[in-house]
């Protein structure tokens, strides 16, 4: 399939979107940057303490009851939020062919969320975290967020309402499920944790948000993220839409019933887990079928990955995406969730979602929005493969040891007569295997952050080629050109 060639008047249109973008946009990418980076040295010190437990005793600051959900709502509120809201921003507009509107209140309202986490990261640093995951912040704290998001996000369903001639794209099918589902998971959890639930029922509750903040939202910004780059490098068409539709509407039906199955056997009537198990198995469908559909649409052109890196970290994410898939629906059999559901398995898992498939996929749409928001191009192309590999393994090994010492533990917790002391020595070795993973990725993301300064400032490289891997700046036009791809 020949490429269509966008005509003088659709190139000034995008033009005139990408600079109305730039500055929200460009704002909301720094700065979840930057969250990214604190928060992977917040993983990293976590992880040194689980291993070395003497490390900062006399410190209560440098607790792992302190480290580890600051690592985690650094990661999630400050990095994922803000890329996955930036993103949208610009797909939306693109997609829409709208314009940003008042970018400036954007900004604004970016400042209000960023400052926002920044007060609930301390808070939970100086000991007011309410062990919840992903709800540790105070219980007043919350508006604060929901106000600001809703600042960011309204412009989402602006653009969307755009009167045209034609139907929605896929992506933006996605993209503003995303922008409803959020809000809604967000205060019904808060409204439930901090008004309504008993404790029991709120550590319930807990675990549907955490499960439906990465089913209900990052799932399909990122799938949003995969059906726009995929079709565009590739310059194919998505393989079905009927498909795309399918796992949508599939996983709409689904998500709200996932996240009980974390506490299976618990103080909870015993439908509720099963049928939340159930959903988290039949989900998995929905993944496959949007992997599947990807991957078909990629068929004949597939080492377009070795030269794009957009589509070689989207691909990746999906992948990711997949594992977590199956892995979560494994462990929401009582075979096996029964031993696993106290171990680092579950840490394991919510790495796996928001390291290995939400970052890897959101630093795919970074590679391809800001060259095109900055008008410079990419530093070093040596730089980006860098980060994949280290990314790669990085977090391929962390996930591995985290599963691995899981399944340790899951083994000595069994045992009604064995201390759980034996477990935790017993998934020592395992342990250490992730501080080394934490390093390389807080490298990783440092190699990263560099590169995105430097996009940001201005210091771009200027030629009119396009950033690729084993390619010489400038020398082709795009990755299609080195495959023979038309």
């Known amino acids: 399939m020949t490429a269509p060639i966008p005509t003088p008047e659709e190139m000034q249109e995008r033009a005139e979107i990408d600079r109305s973008a730039r500055y929200p946009v460009m704002f909301l990418f720094t700065s979840a940057a930057t969250w990214l980076l604190v928060s992977s040295v917040l993983g990293l010190l976590s992880t040194l303490k689980l291993r070395f437990p003497s490390l900062w005793e006399a410190c209560p600051f440098m607790g792992y009851g302190r480290l580890y959900p600051m690592f985690l709502n650094a990661l999630v509120y400050g990095w994922a939020i803000q ?88 992506s933006e099918l996605f993209l503003i499920g995303a922008a409803v589902w959020f809000p809604w998971v967000y205060l019904t959890a808060n409204l439930f944790i901090n008004k309504y639930a008993a404790p029991v029922m709120g550590a319930g509750v807990d675990a549907w948000y955490v499960s439906n903040l990465i089913y209900f939202w990052m799932a399909p910004v990122g799938i949003a993220v995969a059906y726009f780059i995929v079709p565009k490098i590739s310059a194919r068409p998505v393989y079905s839409y009927p498909l795309a539709q399918f796992s949508f509407w599939a996983m709409a039906a689904l998500a709200g019933w996932t996240g009980f199955s974390r506490f299976m056997g618990g103080p909870f009537p015993a439908w509720i887990p099963s049928i939340s198990g159930t959903a988290t198995i039949l989900i998995l469908i929905a993944i496959l079928t949007t992997v599947s559909n990807l991957l078909r649409t990629l068929k004949g052109c597939t080492k377009l990955w070795e030269y794009s890196p957009s589509l070689r970290f989207t691909v990746f994410g999906m992948l990711m995406l997949a594992i977590y898939g199956f892995l979560n629906a494994i462990g929401s059999t009582f075979e096996f969730g029964k031993n696993l559901q106290f171990s ?88 250490l295997g992730r501080c080394f993973a934490w390093v390389v990725i807080v490298y990783a993301n440092f190699v990263f952050f560099r590169q995105l300064a430097q996009m940001f400032c201005g210091r771009g490289r200027k030629s009119a080629g396009p950033t690729l891997l084993h390619v010489e700046p400038g020398s082709v036009d795009s990755a299609r050109a080195i495959e023979g791809i038309q």
């Open 83 to 170: 890329a996955g809201i930036g993103v949208m921003l610009w797909l939306m507009a693109r997609l829409s062919r709208s314009r940003i509107q008042h970018p400036t209140l954007i900004v604004v309202a970016a400042c209000i969320w960023n400052g926002g986490v920044a007060l609930g990261v301390i808070s939970v640093w100086l000991g007011a975290g309410r062990s919840l995951p992903l709800m540790d912040f105070p219980g007043w704290f919350w508006p604060i967020l929901a106000l600001s998001y809703s600042l960011m996000v309204v412009w989402v369903f602006s653009m969307a309402g755009k009167k045209r001639s034609q139907g929605f794209y896929v």
């Open 344 to 431: 680092h398995f579950v840490a394991g898992m919510d790495v796996l979602a928001l390291l290995g498939f939400f970052s890897m996929t959101m630093f795919g749409a970074f590679y391809f929005i800001v060259p095109r928001i900055t008008g410079t191009e990419w530093v070093s192309a040596k730089g980006i493969r860098a980060h994949f590999w280290l990314s790669t393994y990085a977090v391929s090994t962390l996930v591995l040891f985290a599963l691995l010492s899981g399944f340790a533990q899951g083994e000595d917790l069994k045992e009604w007569d064995r201390a759980f002391s034996v477990s935790y020595v017993n998934s020592t070795p395992y342990t």
